[in-house]
């Protein structure tokens, strides 16, 4: 069964950075493309980030330039640094396989931006 922890979360101003981390275990993660889905409040779930087994990454456009999504293998972590945060940021952050998440997620990690 697969199993993600996510952590790094917590409140921050406007401007600022966080980086979350996401342990995957009971899955071929090497070879798994991974990404970051962010739910804000009232709103579906959405894939912020992805990174391929090589390492190649992708962006939706309201991060752009402001995230930076990586991995390492050896420890079967996948990253996501975030600078230059917004308000619009504000929500819970799951790591998954991406584009197509598994059906199993984590707990998340709450990520809010307010002054």
């Known amino acids: 069964q697969v199993q993600l922890v996510e952590s790094g979360g917590g409140l921050v101003q406007p401007g600022g950075s966080l980086r979350l981390s996401c342990v995957v275990s009971g899955s071929d993660f090497s070879i798994s493309a991974m990404g970051w889905y962010r739910q804000a409040p009232g709103k579906q779930r959405e894939l912020v980030a992805g990174?391929?087994?090589?390492?190649?990454?992708n962006y939706v456009d309201s991060v752009k330039g402001r995230f930076t999504i990586s991995r390492d293998n050896a420890k079967n972590t996948v990253y996501l640094q975030m600078k230059s945060l917004k308000f619009e940021d504000t929500g819970v952050y799951y790591c998954?396989?991406?584009?197509?998440?598994?059906?199993?997620w984590g707990q998340g990690t709450q990520v809010t931006v307010s002054s």
């Open positions: 990174i391929s087994s090589s390492g190649s990454t």
């Open positions: 998954n396989r991406a584009p197509n998440p598994s059906g199993y």
